[in-house]
């Protein structure tokens, strides 16, 4: 039996100005789940990642919980298939709103404003935003978009699962939140346009886990945080 470990990015600096890094919380959230696996004696055969750095970083922090006991785990490969969506199509999108919604223009004004000066305001501007912008990106609305429309991005995430070796038990990945949520429509058999119902609420270095089957991957439990066990350090943005 083949088992799929997917996590999501530890905390990224929404506040700052490269999102993709993590923040001190962020270290943490990822570090402690590198503990939980380990206590779990949860060992993984082949490790990936996207290319982004948050989620490098994050498997790095997994990782090293690992490596410092001299466990023998395989370094990761990258594979852009794991890739959050790329800021072009959400600016792009944005954009094109703000010119025909009053009300999104000025909450994205006030989303500027809170992000140029730096105020934790910025996490929630930012979280209402861009479910108004996935859900016309999700029903085509302003098709075509660059650089690739939802169906064309649920096509690059499906890769992923895909290049994972069949002879391998047990597989981490570190990916984003996008093709999370997509994973668990793909597994559930879904119409993409109903993914954003996962997209909604998939927690900084949550975990969600499948096992393989003949007709591809089945979902086992969804967006878990075991390893937070203190709800301070539990994080959407």
């Known amino acids: 039996m083949s088992y799929l470990y997917l996590v999501r990015h530890g905390q990224a600096d929404r506040l700052g100005k490269n999102y993709d890094q993590l923040t001190e919380l962020g270290w943490k959230q990822a570090s402690l789940l590198g503990e939980y696996f380990k206590n779990h004696r949860i060992e993984f055969d082949s490790v990936y990642t996207g290319t982004l750095n ?3 970083q994050t498997a790095e922090a997994i990782l090293k919980s690992f490596t410092s006991d001299r466990f023998c785990i ?3 490969l990258e594979n852009s298939a794991w890739d ?7 600016l ?3 954009a094109k709103i703000r010119n025909s919604n009053e009300k999104f223009a000025k909450l994205y004004e006030s989303y ?4 140029e000066e730096g105020k934790e305001e910025t996490r929630s501007y930012f979280q209402e935003l861009i479910q108004l912008v996935l859900a016309d990106w999700v029903n085509g609305v302003w098709d075509p978009v ?3 429309t939802f169906k064309e991005y649920v096509e690059k995430v499906t890769f992923g699962p895909k290049e994972i070796p069949s002879d391998v038990k047990s597989t981490l990945v570190v990916s984003s939140s996008t093709p999370i949520a997509i994973m668990m429509g793909l597994s559930c058999k879904m119409d993409h346009k109903d993914y954003p119902i996962f997209m909604k609420s998939i927690l900084n270095s949550s975990l969600s886990v499948f096992r393989r089957q003949s007709t591809g991957w089945e979902p086992v439990s969804w967006n878990g945080t075991p390893h937070l066990q203190d709800p301070d350090l539990i994080t959407i943005v």
Do not use: L, N, T
């Open 92 to 94: 792009g999108i944005a």
């Open 54 to 56: 948050r989620q490098k």
């Open 74 to 76: 395989p370094d990761p």
């Open 84 to 90: 959050e969506f790329d800021s072009r199509m959400w």
């Open 146 to 148: 660059e650089p690739y």
């Open 112 to 115: 500027k404003q809170a992000w």
